[in-house]
């Protein structure tokens, strides 16, 4: 009985969940917003997370929807992004320039501003790595609540922002012709898509390549199609349903938030987002100029959001997924790589989190009883 209790329970909240982000996504994208479907999901469940609405949503439905988002991501690729990759080596130094020096200008942002001890300064600075981050957060005695809710709104500003701003610049894509963007055709080829597709998101996953589920789909799907083996794709309802899911695991982030926290670090997170997506626009329209690269592309991938939120943004935008995945992949194992050594020398320095963790303390202790516990670790 407690089993079956609890299983209408998941069910009746996956469903909230589910109508909710449906809602949020058909209001802004049947009112054809940038990317409305994603960021109206995302808005409307973060809302209602917030709100302490029970919001669920289970992670096999969120890995399948990986794989599928990847499946469509690489129908994308064409000749003509083959021909482009050429390019991509020094977009790549470009970027870790970029990441570098955006780093560090949030991290002096939080430290002058906002009093903000080193080492947590520089772990809401992370472009990427959240888990890695948290985790030296806590081993650090750095202010691990506080550094969690600026990378979520990091996370929530840019992804719902940056539509309206390429949009805005009128940078967005146009849809590649041809039949690797359309979904009739043979359901043998759709269907030996979907099986390849899946083994590379398992066998990307299964050697932990970063959003290896979402990496390992578009590389086999970008391969085959960008061969001309492949020429089918998803249905583009399925992409819509994708882009519903991958917005309310966004949204739901925000799961359990404390309202205080949130409503004292929004100004800090955002003012930290202002700097650090200065910074990063500004090496990547540089790098758009110097190399001949679309500045959409570039925008989105050098802009510090999540690998599999960006990658999907760059897809609905109409932009090269492929080159925007592949930067953010890049991103990802320089952060894993550099953050540890940046950490070792700042301690070394002597520069550990003092009394910004102990003013934390009190505070949390003087809210109110009915605060909830700060959003869980996304990546």
């Known amino acids: ?123 809401a600075s992370a472009p990427g790595g959240l888990s890695q981050a948290l985790a030296l957060a806590s081993e650090t005695g750095a202010d691990l609540r506080s550094v969690a809710m600026v990378q979520s709104v990091r996370v929530l500003v840019l992804t719902a922002g940056l539509p309206l701003v390429v949009a805005g610049f009128g940078v967005t894509g146009g849809r590649p012709p041809g039949a690797a963007v359309e979904t009739a055709a043979s359901l043998g080829e759709l269907a030996g898509l979907i099986v390849a597709a899946t083994l590379g ?63 004292r670090l929004i100004m800090v997170g955002l003012g930290a987002l202002f700097v650090g997506t200065t910074v990063s626009s500004a090496f990547a329209v540089a790098a758009a100029f110097l190399l001949a690269l679309p500045v959409g592309d570039v925008v989105i991938a050098y802009a510090p959001g999540a690998l599999e939120a960006m990658s999907t943004l760059a897809f609905a935008l109409n932009l090269d997924p492929a080159y925007v995945g592949t930067h953010h992949i890049a991103r990802l194992i320089f952060v894993s790589l550099m953050m540890p050594i940046v950490v070792h020398a700042i301690r070394r320095r002597g520069a550990s989190p003092k009394s910004l963790s102990d003013q934390r303390t009190a505070e949390a202790k003087a809210k109110p009883a009915d605060a909830i516990p700060p959003p869980a670790p996304g990546s």
């Open 1 to 123: 009985m407690a089993a079956a209790a609890s299983l209408r329970d998941g069910l009746i909240r996956l469903a909230e969940t589910l109508i909710i982000g449906a809602a949020g996504g058909a209001a802004l994208g049947l009112a054809k917003f940038p990317a409305g479907w994603l960021s109206g999901a995302m808005i409307a469940v973060a809302a209602a997370a917030i709100a302490r609405r029970p919001v669920l949503l289970p992670n096999r439905l969120a890995q399948a929807a990986y794989v599928a988002l990847g499946i469509s991501l690489g129908a994308a690729v064409t000749p003509d992004t083959v021909a482009r990759i050429s390019s991509w080596p020094a977009s790549l130094l470009v970027l870790a320039l970029a990441m570098a020096c955006n780093s560090l200008a949030v991290v002096v942002y939080l430290h002058q501003v906002h009093r903000w001890d080193t080492l947590s300064a520089l772990f």
């Open 201 to 263: 998101a398992v066998a990307a996953y299964w050697v932990r390549v970063p959003g290896g589920l979402l990496v390992g789909a578009m590389a086999v799907s970008g391969l085959l199609h960008g061969i001309g083996l492949v020429k089918v794709n998803l249905p583009p309802s399925l992409a819509i349903a994708s882009f519903v899911v991958m917005g309310s695991i966004i949204g739901a982030r925000f799961a359990g938030t404390d309202i205080w926290l949130l409503r």
